[in-house]
DNA sequence: GAGTCTGTCGTACGCTGTGCGAGTGACATC
DNA sequence: GATGTCACTCGCACAGCGTACGACAGACTC
């Protein structure tokens, strides 16, 4: 048995008429649980008990849990802010998208887990990479290569920001300066570094650094890099 | 309450006695069921029936199922060949890492879902981030350089992949042949279209395309663009 | 007053991860 | 041979999950 492609994007949403409950009450009360909680934590159930409604009453607004997610997952692409290229030049302009971009995925953690699930195909993601694309556009790129360079500066920031996002919620509440709860982590870096030796010199480099820092100097050198890469491209 | 840190690494592996049942087979069995079914169909029980054995009998060799998926997850690590790079030269070098990587992943879709969950730290991974390092290391970055420079590639690798296996997964069934099946992708992809000229623009560039080969050629693109900003930063 | 439509919700089903404690068989010690 | 100890398996049970279904209430139309 074959599946059609179907998402909520292809429905209508419900007329708004009802007075209890909407879909945008669910989608911002679902944020606020997530953000809140995590993943984890978000259960119709709960849900339905954070609005003071019946869980199942949700269903007649959003047709499952899944689409709901994904409707959540597309307002986080509404937080990022990119400014018009003409005032500010293009690589500044997606220097900031990249920062901007970052930084909305780290104010909703959940959202690393949801990327690799699910197309971004929402509103908000389809307007986010609309002006990214402008942005190049602008900048000089014409026909694919348009296409590609700004699904490459994206796909640059969140395959590093993913990662960096897993790190955190896995250390959740481990703090650097109790060593007795940081003794996990030591023992695995160290049963790494013991086997390579290469590892082992890069880990001693990042000795008594902030994390947050060294990440950023990590996440700027990647992202100039990308922008060196594509602005070669520029010159034909 | 804090909670320590904790991981599958952390905790030496259960002396394999056992005659009915391993980790080894555990992990065999479920890298089987994730990729025949999906993530989705992963359950301890249907895990259980497949060893033969009953449902709890696998929580004495794993702590529990994250730990399981930790164990599964590195095992994709372990798929992707990398050459040494004296052989080759780095971006030779690299390129094949990139590749491999990539098509480890689309091997095992369920890993994309994965990826932003838990920091890849088993040691399949840090092998292959110590042979990453070693090619860039004889390329000629140092210090941390030479750390952002390897970790710009992965993430570049890893932000391409998920994104490109998400609307695989979507299009599950789909069939391009098939007109009525793909009418929900076309529809989401009109209304973008209509709110956004850029896009449509973008999208006319594709028509008739083969999507897998678009994709491979905007994995491309962006490859080569950041193995151009890295070399760049070669020369100080 | 009857009928329809919109929206809410209680109940129930089949599923999940996993804690617990009972059970089994192999082996060591007396 | 008896007893004890360990490594391992597993049935049961619990609390929770997503959601199908049908009953129900109120508003609006004829």
Redesign the interface.
């Known amino acids: 048995m ?6 909520v ?2 429905r209508e949403s419900r007329p708004a008429k009802s007075t209890t409950l909407s879909r945008d009450q669910i989608v911002r009360a679902a944020m606020e649980l997530l953000d809140a909680e995590g993943l984890d934590a978000l259960s119709m159930r709960r849900l339905g008990a954070r609005l003071g409604s019946g869980a199942t009453s949700i269903y007649w607004h959003v047709a499952n849990k899944d689409e709901l997610l994904e409707l959540v997952m597309d307002e986080v692409f509404s937080k990022v802010a990119l400014p018009a290229p003409d005032v500010t030049g293009w690589r500044d302009a997606a220097s900031v998208f990249a920062y901007g971009l970052r930084a909305a995925l780290f104010d909703h953690p959940w ?11 929402g ?1 908000n993601a ?2 986010l ?2 002006r990214l ?2 942005t190049f ?1 602008l900048a000089g790129f014409e ?7 700004s ?2 500066l ?7 920001t ?2 960096e ?3 955190r ?7 650097l300066n109790d060593e ?6 030591k ?2 870096v160290d ?2 570094a013991a ?2 030796p ?2 082992a010199e ?1 880990y001693a ?1 990042y000795d008594g650094m902030d994390p947050d820092i060294a990440r950023k ?2 996440f700027d ?2 992202l ?7 602005q ?2 520029l010159g034909r």
Chains 1, 2 share one sequence.
């Open positions: 074959k599946q059609h492609f179907s998402s994007w292809t959202s690393a887990a949801l990327i690799g699930t699910r197309p971004s195909i509103p389809m307007e990479s609309a694309l402008r556009s026909g694919m290569a348009l296409d590609y360079a699904s490459t994206m796909a640059y920031v969140l395959g590093a993913t990662p996002i897993a790190w919620a896995a250390m959740a509440g481990a703090e007795g709860l940081m003794a996990g982590v023992s695995v049963r790494a086997d390579h290469e590892l890069r480099e100097l990590n050198f990647g100039t890099c990308i922008l060196d890469g594509l070669a491209r």
